[in-house]
């Protein structure tokens, strides 16, 4: 048998270390991530004989191999080879996330401090670029955005470490995350600001249980968070969705932004292809814009700026949209993969100790940024959203095989120093 931990371990270390570069200068990072992972569960099925562990893996290629053939055959809004561009895209996030929770690398105490290295300096990179202003933001990162994101996804990684670690260095590592996380505010992105509440309620207010026992005081905690949730990312909802930086709300004004535009047109297209949706490669990707979707003209949102055929920078904006392609069947097995992670993140719950709470917590925090980043950006399929990933498949991997009776002592694992 091969042994994959190691070179799965040292993959991810490689895809954290190139994170921030990954954005101007190492592009291909994530497709070179993930091809090698790909080719890790080959070996291992080939090597190892681990064809049925891999089962999702192969329900993965099932589906995206009939959108393909659906996309060619039935809808076909753009060509073969932007299709089959699209299926290899739409497959990138998921295969690191299942290739991690199977294959269950685990670190050295030597990679845990490089990776506690690494993310103490992306936070201190990208915080001192926001720090310089867009003069400083640009080079590094290009946009305010990807500091604020990456910022965040170092600190997930703190997180998963904290599990880990010695109960003096947990408590250092929580410190420099939450100065991080302050300073992360200047990106001035709503996103990040969900990010902040959901990491304060997660880190300092919730405990194993309260949702299911929930008092007075809980009940206030879990109301007061949501208002914040909502109040701090509420200008910017306004401005993308409603007023378009008018001081009142103005139909008109809406068809020019591109963002509403892809959520509204993503709507209607999903009512228009039941249950299979639109077809890959032909709305609100990059293969749809390059060569460019008919679709777009179809429905006439080909003049928006942003998603025209001659600017199509904006097509690309937000994941969600991109949902239409795959039309109310494909909503619906997004939401039962997140219900999946959520139930196999949860048996730790169940777990006494710290490290229970804490995978529990970082978890959680995962979940939280991948489905809010998602609304504004297509993270998802980028290294920054990969990293998130393969984090989950971590954590997944590691909980328990079955939930715990409510009745049994379950002892914690031992945690690392």
Known sequence: MISLKRISAWCFIVC??????????????????????????????????????????????GIITLYTVYSIAVTHYNTVGSIMVDAVIES???????????????????????????????????AGALCGGMPAVRPVVNHPAYAGAFIYVSILVLCYLRSRSTVRLRGVILVFSVIMLIMGLLCGRSKFYGYAVLFVFFMFFYRPGMMRSLSLRHVCVLLIFAVSTVAVGWNKFSYYFLTGGSERFDPEVIESFARPVLYITGAQVMADHIPFGSGLASFASYASSKPYSSLYHEYGIDKVYGLSEAN????????????????????????AFFVYIYRRVARYTRIRGVRGRMSFATGMLCIGFVLIESTGSTMLVQPGGQIAMMLLGLICGDAPEVEPSPGKNTKPEVIYG
Not at 318 to 332: C, S
Request: hydrophobic letters at 60%; aromatic letters at 14%; one cysteine or more.
């Open 16 to 61: 954290f270390a190139t994170l921030i570069p990954s954005v101007l200068y190492i592009k291909v990072i994530d497709e070179l991530a993930a091809g090698v992972l790909a080719g890790m569960i080959v070996v291992g099925c080939i090597v190892n004989g681990g064809w049925k562990r891999y089962r999702m893996l192969w329900l993965l290629m």
């Open 92 to 126: 990138k996030p998921f295969v690191p996330f299942i290739a991690f929770m199977v294959i269950r690398p685990e670190f050295t105490a030597a990679e845990r401090k490089v990776l506690m290295f690494i993310a103490v300096a992306n936070c201190v990179i990208c």
């Open 312 to 335: 199509s920078d904006f097509i690309c904006d937000a994941y969600y949209p991109l949902l239409a392609q795959f039309g109310i069947a494909g909503v619906v097995l997004f939401v």
